[in-house]
T-cell receptor, first 115, second 111 residues
Framework: NAGVMQNPRHLVRRRGQEARLRCSPMKGHSHVYWYRQLPEEGLKFMVYLQKENIIDESGMPKERFSAEFPKEGPSILRIQQVVRGDSAAYFC?????????????FGAGTRLSVL | QKEVEQDPGPLSVPEGAIVSLNCTYSNSAFQYFMWYRQYSRKGPELLMYTYSSGNKEDGRFTAQVDKSSKYISLFIRDSQPSDSATYLCAMRRDAGNMLTFGGGTRLMVKP
């Protein structure tokens, strides 16, 4: 499967715990994007990363949220001390190129439920 | 006011009908326009990708962009029950990386 892979598909956490969401981009893609989809809402941009660099984190909450895309391994979206409002579907997308050819392909998402 | 507006539906049509889905937007800087299809509890799947104004056709799907009116459309011909899904429009500025999405329109095609 050469698509964007996200895991876990479902994640349940209690308030105050940490959530780690992983994303492996499509083969050959070095650009990764994270989006959040709240119930009955569209997707909202959170952060854009290239290998070892955060390029744009303008959509990510300043506290409790962090993202990385290491030289080796998947991109990680980390949410510390989760609250009920963090319950949502988190989608990762990847692209091969930038500019006009920036076409983003999405994974199946991780559905986070905070109890 | 949201940057991208999309009627949430649901839109219910009989099998074989022509479906018209639309989005309006307020930011004239948007240059790239996309339509994604999202089945329940799945990820968005890219259907159409267009640059600036004009039409693009791919099989049963036609995307139209009218930048002067800030209005984009997706037409589905000969709709099938398998087309039942939520359709998301998305847009991007020329120099930007992030996609701005509409809220999605839920489509139901009845046999």
């Amino acid at each position: 499967n050469a698509g964007v892979m996200q895991n876990p598909r479902h994640l349940v956490r209690r308030r105050g715990q940490e959530a780690r969401l992983r994303c492996s981009p499509m083969k050959g893609h070095s650009h990764v994007y994270w989006y959040r989809q709240l119930p009955e809402e569209g997707l909202k941009f959170m952060v854009y990363l290239q290998k070892e660099n955060i390029i744009d984190e303008s959509g990510m909450p300043k506290e409790r949220f962090s993202a990385e895309f290491p030289k080796e391994g998947p991109s990680i979206l980390r949410i510390q001390q989760v609250v009920r409002g963090d319950s949502a579907a988190y989608f990762c997308a990847s692209s091969l190129l930038q500019g006009r050819e920036n076409i983003q392909y999405f994974g199946a998402g991780t559905r986070l439920s905070v109890l | 006011q949201k940057e991208v507006e999309q009627d949430p539906g649901p839109l219910s049509v009989p099998e074989g009908a022509i479906v018209s889905l639309n989005c309006t937007y307020s930011n004239s800087a948007f240059q790239y326009f996309m339509w994604y299809r999202q089945y329940s509890r799945k990820g968005p799947e890219l259907l159409m990708y267009t640059y600036s104004s004009g039409n693009k056709e791919d099989g049963r799907f036609t995307a139209q962009v009218d930048k002067s009116s800030k209005y984009i459309s997706l037409f589905i011909r000969d709709s099938q029950p398998s087309d039942s899904a939520t359709y998301l429009c998305a847009m991007r500025r020329d120099a930007g990386n992030m996609l701005t999405f509409g809220g999605g329109t839920r489509l139901m095609v009845k046999p």
